[in-house]
């Protein structure tokens, strides 16, 4: 599904469409593109609409944890490269049948097979507008 964002009302709609028609209990969202283009603002948003936590950037660690229905476990690794053993000592403890995951800066790939896994893609237009593309992996 494709979307275009001109503004942050744009967003915040995007967000609900993509909670929508994408998103279940338990899933795993990776989101991709340019710093700046709304990733952090997008899962943000996503987060308060699932479990009413306000999160901050994720940048200042590396996972972010806000308990609730569902609990929510939002990752940044633009600092840090991504790992396999860092996923299992770091991240993995943390999830339940009632988890819903944010991966920002890690290419998507299935992590759980019974799991629903989304990719985001945010990139520049032309038009000074944001091109959202989200779609299931598995």
Known sequence: MNFISRDLYDIETIAISILNQFITVPSIIFLN???GIGKTTL???MIKKLNGHESSSSSYG???IYPGKPSIIHCDFYRTNWSE????SEISPHLTN???LFIEWVKPHILDTFVNTISIE???D???TRRI??????
Do not use: R, T
């Open 33 to 35: 593109g340019p710093m």
């Open 43 to 45: 899962a943000s948003l």
């Open 62 to 64: 590396i996972v972010n």
């Open 85 to 88: 053993d860092f996923y299992e």
């Open 98 to 100: 009632n988890s819903v």
């Open 122 to 124: 945010l990139s520049p």
């Open 126 to 128: 032309k038009q000074n």
């Open 133 to 138: 593309k989200a779609c299931l992996c598995n």
